[in-house]
């Protein structure tokens, strides 16, 4: 079993549309972070949290760490969002680097 | 500040060809990490670095090597490429700070085959 999964694996939207990507993890973590790649490989941080709720333009990140449950919302979507999103935790049982573990990555098209 | 800058962008060897792999980072960041990535799968580690001569193994060095003689610099080499290490290749870095600590901060990536 993987120990971070997202879900769902494939998501097509209008433009517009209210997006929600969810990533769940099995091991105790000390902060999760949300990545983008972009179409041309290119791989960028949105967000880094350890509780609670950030937000930047229209991107949201939520983190439930009881649940072990992170989801990643982008509103009034736009073909620009286009890319992968990918889920990481900061695992607490990692070397002195601490050890980042990858979910799969959700692949997000958003028609015009 | 460039970043994390990655050279070559593409690169196609032979089997049991060598090469290697140069990042660098001019944000005098600690931490210097060596991913792929394959499809299906996520990016896995190969090696890491928590400063200047000091280098540790991830998920997956067999392989390849690493050094970090310098914080700027963190290269990756393969000694004898083989098919399995056809992949795209990220280094990343990150830094410690109030704020800031762990965002990572990635290379444009390799793409190599190894024909």
């Known amino acids: 079993k993987n120990e971070v999964e997202q879900s769902p694996q494939n998501l097509t939207a209008q433009e517009g549309e209210f997006i929600t990507i969810n990533c769940s993890y099995s091991v105790g973590i000390s902060a999760l972070h949300w990545l983008q790649q972009h179409p041309g490989g290119g791989i960028v941080s949105l967000f880094m949290l350890s509780s609670g709720k950030k937000k930047h333009g229209r991107l949201i990140a939520t983190i439930n760490i009881q649940e072990k449950h992170s989801s990643l919302h982008i509103t009034a979507s736009h073909p620009r969002d286009s890319a992968v999103y990918i889920c990481?935790?900061?695992?607490?049982?990692?070397?002195?680097?601490?050890?980042?573990?990858f979910g799969k990555g959700t692949k997000l098209s958003v028609k015009p | 500040n460039a970043g994390v800058t990655q050279t070559p962008k593409f690169q196609v060897l032979k089997t049991g060809q060598s090469m290697t792999l140069q990042c660098a980072q001019d944000m005098n960041h600690e931490y210097m990490s060596w991913y792929r990535q394959d499809p299906g799968m996520g990016l896995r580690l190969i090696h890491y670095s928590v400063g200047a001569g000091i280098t540790d193994q991830g998920e997956v060095p067999n392989g390849y090597n690493v050094s970090r003689s310098t914080t700027e610099d963190f290269p990756l080499r393969l000694l004898s490429a083989a098919p399995s290490q056809t992949s795209v290749y990220f280094c990343?870095?990150?830094?410690?700070?109030?704020?800031?600590?762990?965002?990572?901060?990635f290379g444009a990536g390799t793409r190599l085959s190894v024909l």
């Open positions: 990343a870095s990150s830094g410690r700070g109030r704020g800031r600590e762990n965002i990572q901060y």
């Open positions: 990481a935790v900061y695992s607490l049982t990692g070397g002195s680097q601490g050890n980042l573990i």
